[in-house]
């Protein structure tokens, strides 16, 4: 093969490569105004995410890749992996209801944060999760507080143990629903942090 017809094929090769990367994550546009954005937030049902995650305890840190799939308000799957691609747990949630898989073994949940804290001896705020990831607090969240573009910065919920948890939005995409891109939570002794790469809605 030719040397020009090599660079070509290259140049190809890249040009496939950043388009496939570009659609993976939410379209660079004009922001809406917050209202049409919280009214476009909520009718968002189906999403899938990838992340990365870092959550540190007083015993321990644990950094892993976060897969999220969103099919409908009432199911939807997630599964936490380290890097080396070892799952560290696997959620599902959906009308029969919920289940964790955590070191080969599936256990039922009527409550998936208090089960996972016993299995795993960390947790996080699961109820409103599919909420929270999109920019919603959640009908239980308090002392909610806004940026200067009227979009929800922060706030406080309660999970299910009882953990209060404080909520912050370090950063959005630059799409026009500015999707969360870093998310930060913390509670008295755990600091969860959030990196989303893309977002597919």
């Known amino acids: ?110 409550d998936p944060s208090s089960l996972l804290w016993q299995l795993a001896g960390w947790s996080m705020p699961l109820a409103d999760m599919p909420l929270w990831l999109k920019g919603i607090p959640g009908a239980t969240a308090s002392a909610i507080e806004y940026d200067e573009r009227g979009r929800v910065q922060a706030f406080q919920l309660v999970d299910s143990t009882g953990i209060t948890w404080q909520l912050r939005y370090q950063s959005f995409f630059t799409d026009p629903l500015a999707l969360p891109q870093k998310i930060n939570l913390s509670s008295a002794d755990t600091t969860i942090r959030f990196h989303i790469r893309n977002w597919q809605l």
Not at 11 to 26: D, F, H, N, R, V
Not at 48 to 64: M, N, R, Y
């Open 1 to 110: 093969m030719s040397a020009p017809i090599k660079w070509l094929t290259l140049a190809g090769l890249l040009l496939i490569t950043s388009g496939c990367s570009l659609l993976s994550k939410p379209a660079v546009g004009p922001a809406l105004d917050n209202k049409s954005r919280q009214v476009q937030l909520t009718a968002i049902e189906q999403y899938t995410l990838q992340a990365s995650v870092g959550i540190k305890t007083p015993d321990e840190s644990v950094s892993g890749n976060l897969s999220w799939q969103q099919h409908n308000t009432e199911h939807f799957k997630a599964r936490l992996a380290n890097f080396l691609g070892i799952s560290l747990f696997e959620l599902t949630n959906d009308a029969t209801g919920s289940s964790i898989l955590v070191r080969g073994e599936r256990y039922q949940a009527a």
